[in-house]
Every structure is written in structure tokens, then in C-alpha cells.
């Protein structure tokens, strides 16, 4: 119920992010389907995030193990997750850190979404703005080690005032 729950109101998400976009571009390999990429770009800090909807139509798992992005606008892109923490006074708080994968169970969809899994843009790079269009390739493994990619190209978000609008 709850995947179900968030299904509905994920495109309503993004839609209230400000200096982002959802483009519904849907791209399938290999029975993976990976769509609503949307990235966030920070004004103050050099970073920013993208978010996305991947569903693994497989009878065995996948796991996204690395992102890149072309042209290269970002110094790295990683894989990101939120845990509570407790701090010494028992107060409890949420860390980002970084993973090394993200496993998608077989017929399940993994939702990379803000405060949740989410794709880190480290270093945004002075050329970002000039660009028109971003290429993600996401690279999986299945459950035999055999690996494949998914490219998906979004337009470049320049409603930030890192690029001056």
C-alpha cells in the first residue's frame, strides 16, 4: 500500500521542487524501467541531486552500482542515503552517506526521492550552464554479475541562479 501511495503522489513531488523538472522520459533495458528523472541544482554549494524512478521487471534482483553523466558537469555523481542517527543525548537525527549500490528486488521499484536514496551531483562545474541536455547512464548488475546500462538524456535546468536566471 504504501509503494502504491507513493506511485500517486511521486510526480507530485518533483512538481513543487523548486529549480527542478520532471521529464516523464521513459527508458526500458533488460526488463528494467527507469523514468521521471528530475535533477535539483543547489545555488549555494557546488552540488546538487537527481531523483528517479527505477522498476526491476526481472525474477531476480539488479543493482545499480554506478551513475555517470555526460558531458561532464560534475566532478562525481554517488549513490546516497539517509539513516537516523542518535546522538549522545539520545536525540535522534538524519545522516546522509554515501553507498556503494542500491539492490531493486524483482518486481519491485526503487524511488530515489528528496530526505531518501537520491543521486548526489558533486562539484558542479562552471560548463553546466552552457549545456542543453544531460546524458545519466545508469549501470546495473544482475544477479549473475553480467552488467548492462540504461541511458536516459534529460534537458539541462537553468532556473537556478547559478546559471544567472
Not at 551513475?67 to 546522538?87: A, G, Q, W, Y
Amino acid at each position: 500500500m504504501r509503494c502504491l501511495l507513493f506511485l500517486l503522489i511521486f510526480p507530485v513531488i518533483f512538481a513543487k521542487v523548486p529549480t527542478a523538472a520532471l521529464f516523464p522520459t521513459k527508458v526500458e533495458a533488460q526488463n528494467v524501467v527507469v523514468k521521471y528523472l528530475t535533477t535539483k541544482i543547489l545555488n549555494g554549494p557546488k552540488n546538487g541531486a537527481a531523483y528517479v524512478s527505477i522498476y526491476n521487471g526481472n525474477q531476480f534482483p539488479v543493482t545499480l552500482y554506478k551513475v555517470k553523466v555526460t558531458p561532464e558537469v560534475f566532478d562525481r555523481v554517488e549513490l546516497h542515503d539517509h539513516i537516523e542517527r542518535t546522538d549522545v543525548n539520545g536525540n535522534k537525527y538524519m545522516e546522509m552517506i554515501e553507498i556503494p549500490e542500491m539492490e531493486i528486488a524483482p518486481g519491485q521499484t526503487l524511488f530515489l526521492a528528496p530526505g531518501s536514496k537520491h543521486l548526489m551531483l558533486m562539484g558542479i562545474k562552471p560548463t553546466y550552464c552552457g549545456e542543453k541536455t544531460l546524458t545519466f547512464k545508469f549501470s546495473f548488475r544482475k544477479n549473475s554479475r553480467e552488467t548492462f546500462d540504461i541511458s536516459v538524456e534529460i534537458p539541462v535546468v537553468k532556473d537556478s541562479p547559478r546559471c544567472g536566471e
